[in-house]
């Protein structure tokens, strides 16, 4: 089978297209035929290393496992003797964080990946580009305590990660403030906008409204430029470990004390995504009674992965890129 493979941690110039085995499946696998995948920050993270704590994760030198891809759909096209759950022709999908090597025609899932059956009403590509980003969101969102009609600012509001907060937040009944860019202000607003704010043309910080929480779920603003938009008791949440890993700090002051201190009871949450399989029965249920869609960017076939990795790398992505192996 053909599989991109990496032996070092770097740019998309260290990924080559090879040909390797179709692995087997033990007794308590599957074998997957792959029809799509994507590319998201996580895979970025994960070619990199980047930031260094992941190479406790991924390999200290060089990476444990040679094939990357966090995210995929497809197939079952052989079930090991013990499996009971899954047929040869189910359609299944599923992302784990820390890779499932999808980057290849065909992947062995086991139960301690986290998958489950496709929603029948998307395709293999909308099921390539639904769970990163949609996890990553659901993990914010559940760290803190919302009311129906809260106001809600999300900072890159058409990402992969911000597109899926405004669909889960809308369904959520909150009021939604979207900051994007100006080619992406309709976007914003058929995501169930109240308010839009173009970054491009003003900064979001200087807004003279308040917010119940912020959601920077492109990593790019700071608390302390944002502090002044929350309420008294309101929240800030980022997708990123901040300069100098201050959210991490700044949730554990709110862990110990309750708020940050001297700033009117406001908070810090660190968005730890620890269970895969809960978003994933929240997101099929969703999906399924038409309350999610993913926003995709760009579809590349799978020979041209590292070109997605180049465009994705630049930092202004839409929603989700994928890449089709249908």
Same mark, same amino acid.
Not at 94 to 102: A, L, N, Y
Not at 118 to 131: S, V
Not at 208 to 224: C, E, H, N, R, V
């Given at each position: ?14 990924? *080559?297209?090879?040909?390797?085995? /179709? ?15 994507? =590319? ?9 290393? /980047? ?12 990476? /444990? ?7 995929? #759909?497809?197939?079952?096209? %052989? ?30 899932? #086991? ?48 990402? &992969? ?11 959520? &009944? ?63 949440? #980022? ?24 700033? %009117? ?19 099929? #249920?969703?999906? %399924? ?13 799978? %020979? ?10 630049? &930092?202004? *992505?839409? &929603?989700? =890129? ?5």
């Amino acid at each position: 089978m053909k599989a991109f493979i990496y032996k070092k941690y770097g740019s998309p110039d260290v990924l *080559k297209l090879v040909e390797i085995p /179709k692995p087997i499946p033990k007794p308590d696998e599957i074998l997957v035929k792959v029809r799509g995948t994507s =590319v998201n920050r996580t895979d970025c993270a994960n070619l990199r290393a /980047k930031p260094v704590i992941m190479r406790l994760m991924m390999g200290l030198f060089s990476p /444990k496992n040679s094939i990357l891809g966090t995210e995929f #759909s497809g197939d079952v096209t %052989e079930v090991g003797k013990a499996v009971t759950q899954y047929e040869v022709g189910n359609k299944v999908f599923g992302f784990t964080d820390s890779g499932i090597s999808s980057y290849a025609e065909y992947l062995v899932l #086991s139960p301690k990946n986290a998958f489950s059956l496709m929603p029948e009403n998307i395709t293999y590509e909308q099921a390539a580009g639904c769970i990163e980003g949609a996890h990553y969101a659901y993990n914010m969102i559940n760290k803190i305590t919302l009311q129906p009609g809260d106001s809600i600012l999300i900072n890159g509001a058409t990402g &992969g990660i911000g597109s899926a907060a405004m669909q889960l937040l809308k369904h959520m &009944g909150m009021q939604l403030t979207a900051v994007c860019n100006t080619d992406n202000l309709s976007l914003a607003d058929s995501l169930g906008a109240s308010h839009t704010i173009d970054w491009e043309k003003e900064d979001f910080t200087t807004s003279p409204f308040k917010y119940q929480a912020i959601l920077d779920t492109s990593g790019k603003s700071t608390l302390g430029a944002c502090q002044s938009l929350l309420m008294p008791g309101g929240s800030y949440i #980022s997708s990123e470990l901040g300069p100098w890993s201050q959210n991490v700090f700044y949730s554990f002051i709110t862990f110990l004390f309750g708020s940050i201190p001297f700033m %009117e009871r406001k908070k810090v949450k660190f968005p730890y995504p620890p269970n895969i399989m809960r978003t994933l029965g929240l997101l099929k #249920s969703l999906i %399924e009674d038409d309350h999610f869609s993913p926003v995709i960017d760009r579809v590349y076939p799978f %020979e041209q992965i590292p070109e997605a990795f180049r465009y994705v790398e630049k &930092g202004h *992505k839409t &929603g989700n =890129v994928i890449i089709s192996l249908a």
